[in-house]
T-cell receptor
Framework: EADIYQTPRYLVIGTGKKITLECSQT?????MYWYQQDPGMELHLIHY???????EKGDLSSESTVSRIRTEHFPLTLESARPSHTSQYLC????????????FGPGTRLTVT | QKEVEQNSGPLSVPEGAIASLNCTYS??????FFWYRQYSGKSPELIMS????GDKEDGRFTAQLNKASQYVSLLIRDSQPSDSATYLC????????????FGKGTSLLVTP
């Protein structure tokens, strides 16, 4: 099981602000993912990474960017926050040696006013 | 058609009973299947993975997979009030770096 950390856990911010959601894992997993989840809804893939210097777009990627400069770190940036970005953001890493099992961080609950 | 479908529930079972949760998926070539438990306001927690047809047991949990019918289920024996949560079925995508397609989840309520 991975140790995955996300900061901040909760964030309230005004429209138009630039924000970065942090995600770090200590298990050396190569693959990492960002998902978005609204209450009562399924998780949607935002971005993913195969490893250092690899970033790929998911289904909801058009308004955010990611970077992967170090194996353990996979931050997500919203250049200009909008109320429609209000959601829970979940980071996950994958243990490729265990059949693609993914382990989630505690999440960041973002509210854009 | 959604990639992963689950009955949203709520499914209510008495304490000590067997809870049965079901999931269907649309991509016939999917290979890896997972059940996550999610408590309200928390992140998903992996409880079972299954890759081959048949049953896989882990403690009080049994996952069942039928690839021909594109059907995955989770049985929880001797259900406890602490099992009350939303259970998410997830299936590997064969694109997007093997990210997961999730169902909306089934809400389970175990009553004392």
């Amino acid at each position: 099981e991975a140790d995955i950390y996300q900061t901040p856990r909760y964030l309230v911010i005004g429209t138009g602000k630039k924000i970065t959601l942090e995600c770090s894992q200590t298990m050396g997993h190569d693959k990492m993912y960002w998902y978005q989840q609204d209450p009562g809804m399924e998780l949607h893939l935002i971005h993913y990474s195969y490893g250092v210097n690899s970033t790929e777009k998911g289904d909801l990627s058009s308004e955010s960017t990611v970077s992967r400069i170090r194996t353990e770190h996979f931050p997500l940036t919203l250049e200009s926050a909008r109320p429609s970005h209000t959601s829970q953001y979940l980071c996950a890493s994958e243990d490729s040696g265990k059949g693609y099992e993914q382990y989630f961080g505690p999440g960041t609950r973002l509210t854009v006013t | 058609q959604k990639e992963v479908e689950q009955n949203s529930g709520p499914l209510s079972v008495p304490e000590g009973a067997i809870a049965s949760l079901n999931c269907t998926y649309s991509d016939r070539v999917s290979q890896s299947f997972f059940w996550y438990r999610q408590y309200s306001g928390k992140s998903p927690e992996l409880i079972m993975s299954i890759y081959s047809n048949g049953d896989k047991e882990d403690g009080r949990f049994t996952a069942q997979l039928n690839k021909a019918s594109q059907y995955v289920s989770l049985l929880i024996r001797d259900s406890q009030p602490s099992d009350s949560a939303t259970y998410l079925c997830a299936v590997n995508r064969l694109n997007s770096g093997y990210a997961l397609n999730f169902g909306k989840g089934t809400s389970l309520l175990v009553t004392p």
